[in-house]
């Protein structure tokens, strides 16, 4: 059974700092990485989303890295801002045309004014 | 990318009583589940609801307790049916697979159910 870890679970730091998140997975067979942003009592939006060919993926102040062969994720976001303060989740996709994922419990991130 | 809503987007039930989630996606998609998120916790698998056809679901959960439906590519049913207060959670219907995709799933807004 897949399984996928985030840690740390909680994470505070002030504006402006840079923020690292961190996932790790356990089947090697991975066919995608998909990070989620959940805001309390709300569902999920979708941030990025690293194909297993690939090493990273960039939105604006996002960037996600992918190492298969050690079974790390990596969520960068460049001078965090309040509004970043959040639940942050991982999740693995199994296979092709499957679409089904594996979640990670999520990193909650408070960004201090 | 598909836009997913869901209705209602909250409820507080009684226990005993069984209520209907709605799913709708504004692009077709090939498949469809069905996740529950309990207080505190990440994300689970409920189902694949599948078109046309009874849904697939995942270790720990039986179509008698969540029957669902998708009569078509864009739109799926839950019914979390007989409830206690362990059922309160956030339900949440994702989708992927529509044209062009590129494997990437997305998520409706949730509902999120308080039974007493």
């Known amino acids: 059974k897949q399984e996928v870890t985030q840690i740390p679970a909680a994470l505070s730091v002030p504006e402006g700092e840079n923020l690292v998140l961190n996932c790790s997975f356990t089947?090697?067979?991975?066919?995608?990485l998909q990070w989620f942003r959940q805001d309390p009592g709300k569902g999920l939006t979708s941030l990025l989303l690293i194909q297993s060919s690939q090493r990273e993926q960039t939105s604006g102040r996002l960037n996600a890295s992918l190492d298969k062969s050690s079974g790390r994720s990596t969520l960068y976001i460049a001078a965090s801002q309040p509004g970043d303060s959040a639940t942050y989740l991982c999740?693995?996709?199994?296979?092709?045309?499957?679409?089904?994922?594996?979640f990670g419990a999520g990193t909650t991130v408070t960004v201090r004014a | 990318s598909a836009v997913i809503s869901q209705k209602p987007s909250r409820d507080i039930c009684q226990r005993g009583t069984s209520l209907t989630i709605q799913c709708q996606v504004d692009s077709q998609v090939t498949m469809m589940f069905w996740y529950r998120q309990q207080p505190g916790q990440s994300l689970t698998l409920i189902a694949t609801a599948n078109q046309g056809s009874e849904a697939t679901y995942e270790s720990g959960f039986v179509i008698d307790k969540f029957p669902i439906s998708r009569p078509n590519l864009t739109f799926s049913t839950l019914t979390v049916s007989n409830m206690s207060p362990e059922d309160s959670s956030i339900y949440l219907c994702s989708g992927g697979g529509g044209g062009g995709s590129t494997g990437e799933l997305f998520f409706g807004e949730g509902s999120r159910l308080t039974v007493l």
């Open positions: 999740a693995q996709g199994w296979a092709f045309n499957d679409y089904k994922l594996s």
């Open positions: 089947d090697s067979a991975i066919y995608n």
